[in-house]
């Protein structure tokens, strides 16, 4: 069955950087693009990046560019976030999610938390 | 580039029917038939509920409709059940600068 799992969430410093994983499977991963979506705790979903099937496109949230890379490595199904200069309001569960097609998310994982503190 | 516009709250009884509207503009809900709507659970992870404006994914039930009008997208859950109480967000492609915005979510309760 489809599955994708996210990893590499944590407390973190503000200021510091942090990549986060996301492991595909159950599908041919290297045909649909990935997204991560975040959401902070008792607020809103949050687009943050999408990644192609190729890797040669990569979109990403105004209010992020600049802190964000987001890239894959389909030889291990998985997609990768990496966050730069985190604030505290990037604290956040952190969610993968694939791509139908169609600009809609139809598996995604259970995320992974992000605490940004001191 | 704002969120798109939902209701924070929309109720009804249950069998009864809701919408729940999702407004966006003429760059993102209305230049493109991209609408998605999501259903979370409380401390679960989001659900596709519709895709395409009106598309349902095997397994949702057809209770669960799309539409659109303009710039202004809707979910209408008809016949309500006690487990449809949820937060449910609308989601929308906005083309290559800002790709996907999202709603500020609509918590659902069942009266």
């Known amino acids: 069955q489809v599955q994708v799992v996210e990893s590499g969430g944590g407390v973190v410093q503000p200021g510091r950087s942090l990549r986060l994983s996301c492991a595909a499977s159950?599908?041919?991963?290297?045909?649909?693009?990935m997204h991560w979506v975040r959401q902070a705790p008792g607020k809103g979903l949050e687009w943050m990046a999408v990644i192609w099937s190729d890797g040669n496109n990569r979109y990403y949230a105004d209010s992020l560019k600049g802190r964000l890379t987001i890239s894959r490595d389909n030889s291990k199904n998985t997609v990768y976030l990496q966050m730069y200069s985190l604030r505290g309001e990037d604290t956040a569960l952190y969610y993968c999610a694939r791509d139908v097609g169609t600009r809609a998310f139809d598996f995604w994982g259970q995320g992974t938390l992000v605490t940004v503190s001191s | 580039q704002s969120a798109l516009t939902q209701p924070p709250s929309a109720s009804g009884s249950p069998g009864q029917s809701v919408t729940i509207s999702c407004t966006g503009t003429s760059s993102d809900v209305g230049g493109y038939n991209y609408v998605s709507w999501y259903q979370q659970h409380p401390g679960k992870a989001p659900k596709l509920m519709i895709s395409?404006?009106?598309k349902r994914p095997s397994g949702v039930p057809d209770r669960f409709s799309g539409s659109k009008s303009g710039n202004t997208a809707s979910l209408t859950v008809s016949g309500l059940q006690a487990e449809d109480e949820a937060d449910y967000y609308c989601?929308?492609?906005?083309?290559?600068?800002?790709?996907?915005?999202f709603g500020g979510g609509t918590k659902l309760t069942v009266l």
């Open positions: 159950g599908f041919t991963f290297s045909s649909y693009g």
């Open positions: 395409e404006v009106t």
């Open positions: 989601s929308s492609y906005a083309g290559s600068d800002n790709y996907v915005l």
